[in-house]
């Protein structure tokens, strides 16, 4: 829950090896070639790590290091080459409601209103209208959107919009929460109101979170763990324990810390 430093997540070696079967995310042994005009070439090589239920992981590493790649594997959205991932024990195969999946881009549908847009995947259930109604309204009380459901996303700022495709990606209730950089498209001040959002509906919802970023303040703002990745072939580096106890402070020593350390393990100096 937010405002709590959990203790470390599955037990994996300091490459990640040993993804635990049990875990709510297995990535074990991940590897992904593409075919680049007959030159294959490798992207990923190896991807080892777990996530435990609840916990909140972000995966940082350098250009080219395959974060996106990878992250699209473990949404379904593209194939390994070798490898497997599963999701609460079950292998991924493709996309499912298990999984919500906010990406930089909002991808809200423009001529739906927040309301609709947050219940467009609820249409897809057997749920009943007034559960999908309830759930709606849940989902955006969470989120503070509640004076703002008759609107369009045209009218909106782009941390609302934002905040409308977190809600959208929750009101399946899906075991796991995927974020592809989803703050990376707003301005500095908005990226930390996010974050303090984020980990609020993370503590209220105990949600599995896995959060792919470039920023390493913001890695070590939001996450239990960080895997850390190297890039040619893109692969796991080391997993760190951010030990720090919530709410973070920037200008505490430890957290401090913890960013060099990050930064150094990624080339990207003090």
Known sequence: MAGVNRGPGPETGADGSGAAADASVAVDGVGKTYDDGGSPVRALDDASFAVDEGEFVCLVGPSGCGKTTLFRIIAGLTEATDGAVRVAGTPVTGPTTDMGVVFQEYHLFPWLTVEENVGFGLERTDRSEAERE?????????????EFRDSYPKSLSGGMKQRVAIARSLAVDPELLLMDEPFGAVDAQTREMLQRELLDVWGSTGKTVLFVTHDVTEAVTLADRIVVMAAEPGRVDEIVDVDVSRPRERGDPAFGEHVARVRELIGAGP
């Open 134 to 146: 309830r759930r709606i309204d849940e989902m955006l009380d969470l989120v503070g959107l509640t």
